[in-house]
């Protein structure tokens, strides 16, 4: 019952005389490969187990000390289909894993993101009760399916850790973290932010000033005007509103880093784990 849905199960019939008499034998008159061809003909094939095989195992057991008894095994193999469980409980479940991750890295805020986590997590929930109704019992160790819903629940959960982690942090812009992120990324990108953007601001605008200056020098009447100060206080404006964002856009946001790296490790151990899944089941 480890590999449910994709198990095979084997069932014994043993045969062997009531009296412990060495001279019963017991043969099958047909071999192993007829009553299976046989068997696939008339045995109902149709229902959720598959017939695969009968194997006929003929042998002499020793019972007490000296007597011998002949013995006569059936092998029945059958084999589980799995279609209504991929169906009914893998598939869903992967369905809801996946727009899980989607609406972990999606553009919306933290509170929806986490209403609607937790409304896939209920999901899941229904979905494991329905597993949990329809499981065999009567295996010791836990079959990959039960790891495999454990394993996305896990997921999710650390999903909405995730979430409620980035919301704390957007809450507090002094936080330490985010200093220390907000430091590195700042320390990586080359030094032509704001005093570049300055220059280069400062330098357009002071040629628009020269070009005035001379407009107003040719003109006559143009001499007494006052517009060239007011273009040297908008110069010393724009120059200051520059300073302010020239930071802001130098560095790249740090809670949208820490988004980005939690989706890098989301992802790795996910495929990690459908890998790990994979060979379980495969194996």
């Known amino acids: 019952m480890n590999k449910f849905p994709f198990d095979t199960q084997m069932c014994q019939i043993t045969i062997f005389p009531f009296m412990n008499s060495g001279d019963i034998i017991l043969l099958s008159n047909q071999t192993t490969e007829v009553v299976t061809k046989q068997s696939k003909l008339y045995l109902l094939t149709s229902g959720e187990w598959k017939f695969i095989k009968l194997n006929i195992i003929s042998y002499e057991e020793l019972v007490g000390e000296e007597d011998w008894i002949s013995v006569i095994t059936y092998e029945i193999s059958m084999k589980r289909r799995p279609i209504l469980y991929v169906l009914n409980l893998i598939f869903p479940t992967s369905a809801l894993y996946l727009m899980d991750m989607a609406i972990l890295f999606s553009s919306g805020s933290y509170g929806d993101k986490i209403s609607f986590q937790l409304s896939l ?3 899941e929930s229904v979905l494991a009760v329905i597993l949990e109704n329809i499981i065999p019992t009567s295996s010791d160790d836990p079959p990959v399916i039960v790891m495999f819903f454990i394993g996305v629940f896990v ?40 005093r570049d953007l300055l220059s280069k601001q400062g330098d357009s605008l002071t040629e628009m000033v020269m070009g005035e200056q001379e407009s107003r020098d040719s003109d006559p009447l143009g001499k007494g005007n006052t517009e060239p100060p007011m273009l040297v206080g908008r110069i010393d404006a724009d120059r200051q509103g520059t300073g302010k964002q020239a930071e802001p856009q130098a560095c790249e946001s740090d809670l949208h880093i820490l988004e980005k790296l939690f989706f890098c490790s989301h992802l790795l151990l996910s495929l990690l784990f459908f ?9």
């Open 121 to 123: 997590i209920v999901g």
């Open 155 to 194: 997921l999710m959960f650390l999903g909405i850790l995730e979430t409620c982690f980035l919301m704390q942090l957007k809450a507090k812009p002094l936080h330490p973290l985010r200093k220390a992120i907000r430091l590195l990324k700042c320390a990586m990108q080359p030094r032509t932010t704001s």
């Open 275 to 283: 890998i790990f899944i994979t060979i379980r089941w495969s194996s």
